[in-house]
């Protein structure tokens, strides 16, 4: 059983929207904060949003403040990001991460989530 499963990634021109989504199953998801990442091609890997256990807390990288934002629907087991003004440089595999740590005020660290899911892939054209 994989416990985070990522959908919603796909081709999208630039200027355009995607909603990413994220299931979690077999822990307890409202125990965890959430986070998002994105990595591009010869890339480090970058934490893009975080999202506290109540929703409360959304913390966002430079480069995505203001056009993504990150939400929680705890009785679903789910995460989203939804992402407007889509940028060629957006072009990344997604990924949803689970941390028993947090809250954190900070965008997320690689090193402060330990569940993750096997990634989207979103494509931005230009």
């Known amino acids: 059983q994989v416990p985070l499963m990522e959908s919603g990634g796909g081709l999208v021109q630039a200027g355009g929207s995607l909603n990413l989504s994220c299931t979690a199953s077999?822990?307890?998801?409202?125990?965890?904060?959430m986070g998002w990442f994105r990595q591009a091609p010869g890339k480090e890997c970058e934490g893009i949003a975080g999202v506290s256990r109540d929703g409360s807390t959304t913390p966002y990288a430079d480069s995505v403040k203001g056009r993504f934002t990150v939400s929680r629907d705890n009785a679903k087991n789910t995460l989203y990001l939804q992402m407007n003004s889509l940028k060629s440089e957006d072009t990344a595999m997604y990924y949803c991460?689970?941390?028993?740590?947090?809250?954190?005020?900070?965008?997320?660290?690689?090193?402060?989530?330990?569940?993750w899911g096997q990634g989207t892939q979103v494509t931005v054209s230009s």
């Open positions: 077999g822990f307890a998801f409202d125990d965890y904060t």
């Open positions: 991460a689970a941390s028993r740590g947090g809250p954190y005020f900070m965008p997320p660290r690689l090193t402060d989530f330990g569940v």
